[in-house]
């Protein structure tokens, strides 16, 4: 029998009845003849009122004891959604992930797994139970509960249908797809078909909310088929129309890349700017002003390094808008006083970028991308490309404009 893991998200889980939607769409795939392992997420907003109360109680909880209190959401919803399949007549397990057991680093708050056991899943699943595990967390080699951050049950799910040699794997969650952009921004936003592993991840990493990044980047190196569709429809919608519905991210030889130059607008309006001005150039200078960054664990995406004048440049990064503060004050601490410049942001900054392994083949992106631009009057601050994306960073007010206008230069809603 083939195997499929299935993924629901917190809105999927969010009250009793939507459980028992999820346990009715399980039973189905169940009765057609699949083995089936789910992995749910925590309700809706439980994992954030969790963390709200720890932090009424410390405004820096102990990782190691938040990891403990954020990882009991997931447990309360496998066992209703376990208590739910018995409900409809199906033989069903719950696990936490300790249990399996999915082991990870001890990296509290941001494990990473490094193995997962299959014995005492794939013996329930020949037994003819369905399994249902946590996702989000596991455990170290010390015993302890790991989670694997904000949307680790992405990741949690395709880990555990890679370990598995699962068939697919379905993230269900409240959209029905991938789409060219967010129709929330561009109502004329058009649902993929199909999206590239390389596509998704530029994507999710550019501020796409559909899929977690790492999850990306674990499907798309152990080349696990991912598809993503809504969990809001009849659960007992036929499965001949559901295994064909939603967004199946694919492999680059699967897909035309010759009748599309671009796949999609992505937009992250979690950005912050920072501007070191007047620093020496000179060899290094760029690790004494990033390496302070990286050691208070503040990412860094976009960079430029002026042009030297008189011996002097300046540098330009951007960090998440919530670590802009932290970064600031790091500058501030370890930089200023040792390589002299001065230091100034802005944290109303958005990036904009167009995707598509379509670029490969077609000249001209960039110019007409930077044209479209132009003419809405809307100035570029920073501009970074990799070999299928063009991203440039802008002042804020200015984002869903260029969204909307570049969605249209590129004639997304069409194709």
Same mark, same amino acid.
């Given at each position: 029998m083939a195997l499929i893991v299935h993924k629901y998200g917190g809105t999927s889980m969010g009250s009793t009845e939507r459980i028992k939607n999820v346990a009715r769409r399980v039973a189905k795939w169940h009765d057609a003849g699949y083995q089936v392992i789910v992995v749910p997420s925590a309700m809706s907003g439980e994992t954030n009122r969790l963390i709200g109360m720890a932090k009424e109680i410390s405004p820096q909880p102990d990782p190691r004891e938040l990891d403990m209190l954020a990882s009991t959401g997931e447990q309360v919803s496998v066992a209703l959604l376990a208590m739910a399949l018995h409900s409809v007549g199906k033989e069903a397990v719950s696990y936490a992930g300790w249990q399996v057991a999915i082991k990870t680093d001890s990296a509290f708050t941001k494990a990473r797994i490094q193995s997962i056991d299959?014995?005492?899943?794939?013996?329930?699943?020949?037994?003819? $139970?369905?399994?249902i595990i946590t996702g989000f967390q596991g455990v170290d080699d010390g015993g302890n509960i790991a989670t694997l951050g904000r949307g680790g049950s992405d990741t949690s799910a395709v880990a555990i249908a890679v370990a598995m040699k699962a068939q697919e794997c379905l993230i269900y969650t409240d959209v029905d797809g991938v789409y060219t952009t967010d129709p929330r921004v561009v109502s004329d936003a058009r649902r993929l078909n199909t999206v590239t592993f390389e596509e998704m991840l530029e994507m999710a990493s550019l501020g796409s909310k559909v899929l977690q990044i790492r999850s990306v980047e674990f499907a798309g190196n152990y $080349?696990?088929?991912? $598809?993503?569709l809504s969990s809001l429809t009849d659960p007992m919608i036929p499965l001949e129309v559901e295994v064909n519905s939603g967004t199946l991210i694919s492999f680059e030889e699967d897909t035309h890349m010759e009748q599309a130059a671009i796949t999609g607008i992505a937009f992250n309006r979690d950005e912050a700017k920072i501007t070191v001005l007047g620093v020496p150039d000179k060899p290094g200078i760029a690790y004494q002003i990033l390496g302070p960054v990286a050691d208070a664990n503040i990412e860094v995406d976009m960079i430029i390094q002026n042009q030297s004048v008189d011996g002097k440049t300046d540098f330009t990064f951007t960090v998440p808008r919530g670590d802009y503060a932290k970064a600031m004050d790091t500058l501030e601490l370890h930089v200023k006083s040792h390589i002299g410049g001065s230091i100034t942001g802005d944290a109303k900054v958005s990036k904009v970028s167009v995707v598509g392994v379509g670029m490969r083949s077609h000249v001209g992106i960039a110019s007409q991308m930077f044209r479209t631009l132009s003419e809405e009057g809307i100035n570029i601050l920073m501009i970074s490309t990799s070999e299928i994306k063009i991203s440039v960073l802008i002042d804020e007010k200015y984002m869903e404009l260029a969204v909307r206008a570049l969605h249209k230069a590129f004639g997304l809603e069409n194709a």
């Open positions: 299959d014995t005492k899943v794939k013996a329930d699943l020949d037994a003819g $139970r369905v399994v $080349r696990m088929p991912t $598809r993503v």
